[in-house]
């Protein structure tokens, strides 16, 4: 019998000193030694606080006697008789004062708080040992803050201290993921942060911040497709360019064989193949020294194979120097600086920057063609297309004349 009072009032005692110990200090902690006077003491307390996403908790505080003797083990079976038999005998007065806990964390935070629903339960459990657990459970309603979907833990409980035989765990729905934790916890997990004593947190401790896990997922996954986006439509857009410059090379190609071809890079630029249908009435205009004329037919299939040699290549691998150069190529080996930023959307400072570093390597050359800047690959031969290329006036002349401006 002396024994299960010896339990019994250690049970009661563990419950007033977490809830007085919380309203002296403003932290609900559990003072070291509180049992020391009692010949027992239990061998765990664990404090287990479920923050709710509208700031209400639900806490659980075990208090855990190791069963090690048979006097030990019927003395907690006539305490949990006890506890069956009238719980409120218990709960009442852990309410109570786990409401004056309640309230005087409410003056300090300003925030309206109450404990409601407490219960009491006694168990044994194996963990592996026996144990005697007696279990006071309660809610706390408007225990944390919420701001913007956060959840903020800790301010009504704070300055809290765990001696070397408590544990507190914090933990939080499965929607929602760890922001911070302060001071660093024993152990984190994926939904929870334990600290395990001792430990005696100061003044703004212990502080723990959750918050949706979609609030994280959701920025990420839009810059995601954002990025896919962008690229498929970049890959696109500079494909055209390439495609175009195979076709035009294939078509000069025919032509520097003395064989008469309509590119379409002549087209846009106002130049005109020889007519190979001879529409002055003379045969000699679209015919070759052999007297045959060449079909439209016999032109796209040459332009088309000359196409379909051209190896393969991948865009993104090119650097912009690499880029330009192609461009440039595919126009024939001369085109304006302000039509490379507009074929590959470019701002005019990047090309500028680019087109600079080329004809510092010796890659890229430049004459001013009037107000404008145009480039030409090295040993391009601006009089076979009827100007000499030069930065004079006659030459800005004829080559404004070529470019059917």
Same mark, same amino acid.
């Given at each position: 019998?002396?024994?299960?009072?010896?339990?019994?009032?250690?049970?009661?005692?563990?419950?007033?000193?977490?809830?007085?110990?919380?309203?002296?200090?403003?932290?609900?902690?559990?003072?070291?030694?509180?049992?020391?006077?009692?010949?027992?003491?239990?061998?765990?307390?664990?404090?287990?606080?479920?923050?709710?996403?509208?700031?209400?908790?639900?806490?659980?505080?075990?208090?855990?006697?190791?069963?090690?003797?048979?006097? &030990?083990?019927?003395?907690?079976?006539?305490?949990?008789?006890?506890?069956?038999?009238?719980?409120?005998?218990?709960?009442?007065?852990?309410?109570?004062?786990?409401?004056?806990?309640?309230?005087?964390?409410?003056?300090?935070?300003?925030?309206?708080?109450?404990?409601?629903?407490?219960?009491?339960?006694?168990?044994?459990?194996?963990?592996?040992?026996?144990?005697?657990?007696?279990?006071?459970?309660?809610?706390?309603?408007?225990?944390?803050?919420?701001?913007?979907?956060?959840?903020?833990?800790?301010? /009504?409980?704070?300055?809290?201290?765990?001696?070397?035989?408590?544990?507190?765990?914090?933990?939080?729905?499965?929607?929602?993921?760890?922001?911070?934790?302060?001071?660093?916890?024993?152990?984190?997990?994926?939904?929870?942060?334990?600290?395990?004593?001792?430990?005696?947190?100061? &003044? *703004?401790?212990?502080?723990?911040?959750?918050?949706?896990?979609?609030?994280?997922?959701?920025?990420?996954?839009?810059?995601?497709?954002?990025?896919? +986006?962008?690229?498929? @439509?970049?890959?696109?857009?500079?494909?055209?360019?390439?495609?175009? *410059?195979?076709?035009?090379?294939?078509?000069?190609?025919?032509?520097? @064989?003395?064989?008469?071809?309509?590119?379409?890079?002549?087209?846009?630029?106002?130049?005109?193949?020889?007519?190979?249908?001879?529409?002055?009435?003379?045969?000699? /205009?679209?015919?070759?020294?052999?007297?045959?004329?060449?079909?439209?037919?016999? /032109?796209?299939?040459?332009?088309?194979?000359?196409?379909?040699?051209?190896?393969?290549?991948?865009?993104? #691998?090119?650097?912009?120097?690499?880029? +330009?150069?192609?461009?440039?190529?595919?126009?024939?080996?001369?085109?304006?600086?302000?039509?490379?930023?507009?074929?590959?959307?470019?701002?005019?400072?990047?090309?500028?920057?680019?087109?600079?570093?080329?004809?510092?390597?010796?890659?890229?050359?430049?004459?001013?063609?009037?107000? &404008?800047?145009?480039?030409? #690959?090295?040993?391009?031969?601006?009089? /076979?297309?009827?100007?000499? *290329?030069?930065?004079?006036?006659?030459?800005?002349?004829?080559?404004?004349?070529?470019?059917?401006?």
């Amino acid at each position: 019998m002396q024994r299960r009072v010896v339990l019994l009032v250690v049970a009661l005692v563990a419950a007033v000193a977490l809830a007085t110990g919380g309203a002296a200090q403003g932290g609900g902690g559990l003072p070291a030694g509180g049992f020391d006077q009692l010949d027992v003491s239990p061998d765990d307390i664990l404090i287990e606080v479920g923050v709710q996403p509208d700031g209400d908790a639900v806490w659980e505080t075990q208090y855990r006697v190791r069963l090690a003797s048979d006097d &030990e083990e019927q003395a907690f079976e006539e305490l949990r008789a006890d506890v069956e038999s009238d719980p409120s005998a218990y709960s009442a007065r852990f309410g109570e004062r786990m409401r004056a806990t309640a309230g005087a964390a409410e003056n300090a935070t300003g925030r309206e708080m109450n404990v409601t629903n407490v219960t009491v339960a006694a168990e044994r459990r194996e963990l592996p040992q026996s144990y005697g657990v007696v279990t006071y459970r309660f809610e706390w309603e408007g225990f944390a803050a919420v701001e913007d979907d956060r959840i903020l833990v800790g301010d /009504a409980v704070d300055a809290l201290f765990l001696d070397e035989a408590s544990s507190l765990i914090v933990t939080w729905p499965e929607e929602y993921r760890l922001g911070d934790a302060s001071p660093s916890p024993t152990e984190a997990r994926e939904n929870a942060v334990v600290w395990r004593g001792p430990v005696d947190f100061t &003044e *703004g401790q212990p502080r723990v911040t959750v918050e949706p896990a979609s609030r994280s997922v959701g920025p990420l996954l839009l810059v995601a497709i954002g990025l896919v +986006v962008a690229v498929v @439509a970049a890959v696109g857009y500079r494909r055209r360019p390439w495609d175009r *410059g195979d076709a035009e090379r294939g078509a000069g190609a025919t032509a520097a @064989a003395g064989e008469p071809a309509t590119t379409s890079a002549g087209a846009a630029e106002g130049e005109t193949a020889s007519d190979p249908t001879g529409a002055s009435g003379e045969p000699g /205009a679209g015919a070759s020294e052999g007297g045959t004329v060449e079909t439209d037919t016999e /032109a796209g299939e040459t332009e088309s194979d000359a196409s379909d040699e051209a190896a393969p290549v991948d865009e993104d #691998l090119l650097s912009n120097e690499e880029q +330009v150069l192609r461009l440039v190529e595919s126009e024939g080996g001369r085109m304006k600086q302000k039509r490379v930023a507009e074929e590959l959307d470019w701002t005019a400072a990047k090309t500028s920057q680019v087109v600079t570093g080329l004809r510092d390597d010796g890659d890229l050359e430049g004459f001013r063609l009037g107000r &404008e800047n145009v480039l030409s #690959l090295p040993g391009y031969d601006a009089a /076979a297309e009827g100007g000499d *290329g030069g930065d004079d006036a006659d030459g800005d002349d004829t080559a404004e004349s070529d470019e059917g401006e």
